[in-house]
């Protein structure tokens, strides 16, 4: 059982929910989100809360009615404040830049790496670090961890793409006699 289900789930001020043929829409100050929901739970949006029931108790249901609370959770919150994720390029040699509908990436390839960035999105790049923000949850993370396994940081000089708070372990690189 799903004690973060189990709540209801408020709608703050300035917040608009409509729930029709398995599409939850969430709009706010900042824009709208719109996601599909299985009909196996139950939505129900009544007096500033939505409620969520399964409609039955079987292993795969239960563990939707978990999920989709968490989802609808991070959908009103992303309204009100959008979420953002810091990518710090290091090496010599490596460079970002934001050239317009496209993150251009100097890696230590033989070629620049080009990524199209999503829609809703905000991608700005200064000096050594990344910066993406926007009102879906799920696509800023997809984005950050595409852009981040383009060159993921390495344990001897700590080169690569790597997340503003991640703590990459070094290793001692080969001892001399």
Do not use: C
């Not at 829409?25 to 939505?43: A, C, M, Q, S, Y």
């Not at 563990?63 to 090496?91: C, D, F, P, Q």
């Amino acid at each position: 059982m799903s004690r973060i289900a189990k709540k209801p789930i408020a709608i703050p001020e300035k917040t608009d929910v409509s729930y029709a043929a398995g599409v939850l829409t969430v709009k706010g100050p900042l824009g709208e989100i719109k996601k599909t929901f299985r009909p196996e739970i139950k939505v129900e949006v009544a007096n500033k809360e939505i409620v969520l029931t399964p409609i039955r108790q079987s292993l795969d249901v239960l563990a939707l009615w978990g999920t989709y609370a968490s989802h609808i959770r991070n959908m009103i919150e992303g309204v009100h404040k959008a979420y953002e994720k810091k990518l710090i390029v290091e090496g010599i040699g490596f460079k970002s830049d934001v050239k317009g509908k496209e993150l251009h990436l100097s890696l230590g390839f033989s070629h620049p790496v080009m990524r199209p960035i999503p829609e809703g999105l905000k991608v700005t790049a200064e000096k050594n670090v990344i910066t993406i923000s926007g009102i879906d949850s799920e696509t800023v993370g997809q984005f950050t961890a595409q852009v981040r396994s383009l060159k993921k940081p390495e344990p001897y000089k700590g080169k690569g793409i790597r997340y503003s708070d991640e703590v990459i372990r070094r290793k001692q690189g080969k001892k001399s006699v």
